[in-house]
């Protein structure tokens, strides 16, 4: 679906796509200039197409997820928040979104502890 706005420059379209696969094929192949994607999505355009040099400009939005266990599965929960704040502490956390989604940990989740 192509859409035009009139803040826009009149040869600007805004185009959405119905999936992951069809925006990163159009960015990589120069269709479009510009993303609107999640980090992990961007790292991994970069990385099949390292001559796109794509990088974050701002945040649209911060998503956060949790994690889930069983109503009264506290020794769980204890085990999973205790290493959550121990890897916050050290780093190691911090570590491991950037390697798999390209940025750090957003603040509010580090200043969180």
Same mark, same amino acid.
């Given at each position: 679906?192509?859409?035009?706005?009139?803040? !826009?420059?009149?040869? +600007?379209? =805004?185009?959405?796509?119905? @999936?992951? +696969? #069809?925006?990163?094929?159009?960015? #990589?192949?120069?269709? $479009?200039?510009?993303? &609107?994607?999640?980090?992990?999505?961007?790292?991994?355009?970069?990385?099949?197409?390292?001559?796109? /040099?794509?990088?974050? %400009?701002? =945040?649209? %939005?911060?998503?956060?997820?949790? $994690?889930? =266990?069983?109503?009264?599965?506290?020794?769980? %929960?204890? !085990?999973? *928040? @205790?290493? $959550?704040? &121990? *890897?916050?502490?050290?780093?190691?956390?911090?570590?491991?979104?950037?390697?798999?989604?390209? #940025?750090?940990?957003? /603040?509010?989740?580090?200043? &969180?502890?």
């Amino acid at each position: 679906m192509m859409l035009r706005s009139r803040t !826009w420059p009149p040869s +600007a379209q =805004v185009v959405r796509f119905d @999936d992951e +696969a #069809t925006t990163l094929t159009s960015i #990589t192949s120069g269709q $479009i200039k510009v993303v &609107a994607q999640n980090p992990q999505m961007v790292k991994l355009m970069n990385e099949r197409n390292p001559k796109l /040099e794509l990088e974050q %400009k701002f =945040v649209l %939005k911060q998503i956060q997820f949790g $994690i889930g =266990v069983r109503k009264g599965d506290d020794n769980l %929960k204890n !085990w999973i *928040n @205790d290493w $959550i704040q &121990a *890897n916050l502490k050290n780093g190691k956390l911090n570590e491991l979104y950037k390697q798999d989604i390209g #940025t750090d940990l957003p /603040e509010e989740i580090i200043n &969180a502890q």
